[in-house]
């Protein structure tokens, strides 16, 4: 077989393609937690902790020269990441619990036996007579 042809078949297949999908909207999810983390989780911080803004706060470890630009440890920017990264966690493990729920839930369900077919309900009706 082909080089090609398994590529083919492994491409198609259809976990590589849910897992293509979960991948681009996890993407975009993560963008959204950034925006929401960035935009209105943490300016609310700041303004508790003194109109403090987090994107800003580093050390600068040496001066910017006109030949080399500034080198900071930007903890502010961290401090986000760390939080996106939190709520993020979170979600998905609200997710992945509440699959999971619903999993056993529908384990759990006792499935009714199937109703016995005509055949069977005269069979029965023929045995009990027989045996009176």
Do not use: C, H, W
């Amino acid at each position: 077989m082909s080089m090609l042809q398994e590529f083919k078949e492994f491409a198609v297949k259809g976990n590589v393609v849910d897992m293509a999908v979960g991948v681009i909207v996890g993407a975009a999810f993560g963008k959204i937690v950034s925006s929401l983390v960035a935009d209105v989780v943490m300016p609310p911080i700041g303004v508790i902790l003194g109109g403090v803004n987090f994107s800003d706060l580093a050390v600068t470890i040496k001066e910017a020269t006109d030949k080399s630009p500034a080198v900071v440890i930007a903890y502010g920017k961290f401090a986000q990441t760390v939080i996106d990264f939190t709520i993020i966690a979170l979600v998905i493990f609200l997710v992945v619990r509440l699959i999971t729920s619903l999993k056993k839930k529908k384990e759990a369900a006792p499935m009714e036996p199937a109703a016995p077919s005509a055949e069977q309900v005269l069979l029965t009706e023929i045995r009990d007579l027989l045996k009176k």
